[in-house]
């Protein structure tokens, strides 16, 4: 005990010193500390927003941008596809479960995903109040988007087109909410939910232009498929059926328009129902999960070949983007140990220099029953209560740094990290690194404290 406070006490008799090699020690240890965190929960998050995902169907494009966009909702989509191709390949045999997803607007930022209520249970989203989306136009809003806006259930709203917030408004149809799912620290947390029919409704006046081409590109499609004439005809019907819906809609939402507040919800869930024809519609992406690991071996072959979509893999490219994350991560870590390095050297030249002007206070020592063992041991706690005050700063540091990263990553990459949560094991290993670099830095000048000849010292004093 005694000996701790005299070492604690020649520390501080040059403080600098003490303070510079405290500095690099935090510095290194922060940024080690801040990597094993980064990583940890990185690839955790990463994979668990893939569990039970083989493959997303999408448009043709960049694989790593439609797993990114699709699963994660970070990227921008690499495009629409058919609803009634995709379909084909989600009622197959080898599918256990096929999620689509339809990306409309958005909401201050926040996307608004058409959807089917499985979306919430494939990420144990449970409703922690209200009712999942039945009508159009219902949404279900994730619990980090709830808090953010201060949302509840029975708030109505506007979207704004496409993925940016100056999107035009759609003031023409409000969105209510029905529900808000529970927190569970994947992306669905970030997501306001509807059902599919809502975001094709909504884009429907874009969509009437286009109507004439897309039924006929569908029926060629058909009849691509070996599908024979009648198909033709009842898309036809189909389409008709629907264009007279809409200009009903139309109709009856000028008639409507002048009523109070109240007729209007009741037009609202009038007009809700109206069921959306699905012919020509567009997805943007099916979220696959396979009975048979045989499809995961031929559809990304399979697919391409017969449709104009991809089937992406998405344990494959978040592989490869951990790999490319990697090199840069490795490049940090060598920086780290090789502040580390210099903190131990720091270190040691600190002890080795104040050593000869304390030849005389260890000879007294010494004199006074000291034993050459305590004096040992006085450098080496010297060392050590050095990089332990360096690791804990560190540890403190590095979780301030990744509360500042998880603030601008939940914006930008919706993904938020813990700064509490401890990877002991290796934090464990970091500590005993630590350690080591202390008792190196103190073996030299532990021993030529150990070797002092008393009598000499004080002839020369």
Not at 391 to 417: H, M, P, Q
Request: proline share 3%; with cysteine; aromatic share 8%.
């Amino acid at each position: 005990m005694m000996i701790t406070k005299i070492a604690w006490k020649n520390i501080w008799f040059k403080p600098l010193n003490t303070i510079l090699s405290i500095i690099l020690l935090t510095a290194s240890v922060a940024i080690i500390t801040l990597l094993i965190l980064l990583q940890d929960q990185f690839e955790k998050k990463f994979n668990d927003n893939i569990d039970g995902i083989d493959m997303v169907l999408g448009a043709q494009g960049s694989p790593l941008q439609l797993i990114l966009s699709s699963v994660y909702q970070v990227d921008a989509p690499t495009g629409n596809i058919d609803y009634a191709e995709a379909k084909q390949w989600m009622n197959h045999r080898f599918v256990e479960t096929a999620i689509p997803l339809a990306f409309g607007d958005n909401y201050h930022g926040f996307r608004i995903v058409g959807t089917t209520p499985e979306y919430l249970t494939k990420y144990g989203a449970e409703l922690s109040e209200g009712k999942v989306f039945e009508h159009n136009f219902d949404v279900v809003v994730g619990s980090a988007v709830a808090q953010k806006m201060d949302i509840k259930v029975g708030d109505k709203f506007f979207g704004s087109h496409g993925d940016s917030e100056e999107g035009e408004v759609h003031d023409d149809h409000a969105y209510v909410v029905t529900g808000i799912a529970s927190h569970t620290g994947k992306v669905v947390d970030n997501l306001i939910l509807c059902n599919i029919p809502s975001v094709w409704a909504m884009h429907d006046h874009e969509h009437e232009h286009n109507h004439d081409e897309e039924g006929t590109a569908e029926a060629h499609n058909h009849d691509d498929h070996d599908h024979d004439h009648h198909d033709h005809e009842a898309t036809e019907e189909m389409h008709d059926h629907e264009e007279h819906a809409v200009a009903e809609e139309a109709h009856h939402h000028d008639d409507d328009h002048d009523h109070d507040h109240h007729a209007e919800e009741a037009h609202d869930h009038d007009h809700v129902d109206v069921p959306v024809s699905e012919e020509g519609k567009e997805i943007t992406a099916v979220l696959l999960k396979f009975k048979s690991k045989m499809a995961i071996v031929t559809w990304p072959r399979l697919i391409p070949q017969n449709t104009k979509m991809q089937g992406a893999l998405p344990a494959i490219e978040i592989n490869r983007l951990f790999t490319l994350f990697g090199i840069g991560l490795d490049a940090l870590q060598y920086l780290a140990y090789g502040i580390m390095l210099i903190s131990g050297i720091s270190i040691f030249i600190a002890l080795f220099n104040t050593l000869k002007e304390r030849k005389y206070e260890f000879a007294l020592l010494r004199v006074n029953g000291a034993s050459r063992l305590q004096l040992l041991m006085l450098v080496l706690i010297e060392s050590l209560l050095l990089c332990v005050t360096g690791y804990i700063f560190g540890t403190i540091v590095g979780r301030l740094a990744l509360s500042l990263i998880s603030g601008s990553s939940e914006s930008e990459f919706k993904i938020s990290f813990n700064p509490l949560e401890f990877v002991w094991e290796k934090e464990g290993y970091l500590f005993l690194l630590t350690i080591f670099v202390g008792v190196l830095a103190a073996v030299i000048p532990a021993v030529k404290a150990y070797g002092l000849n008393i009598s000499k010292t004080l002839a020369n004093a």
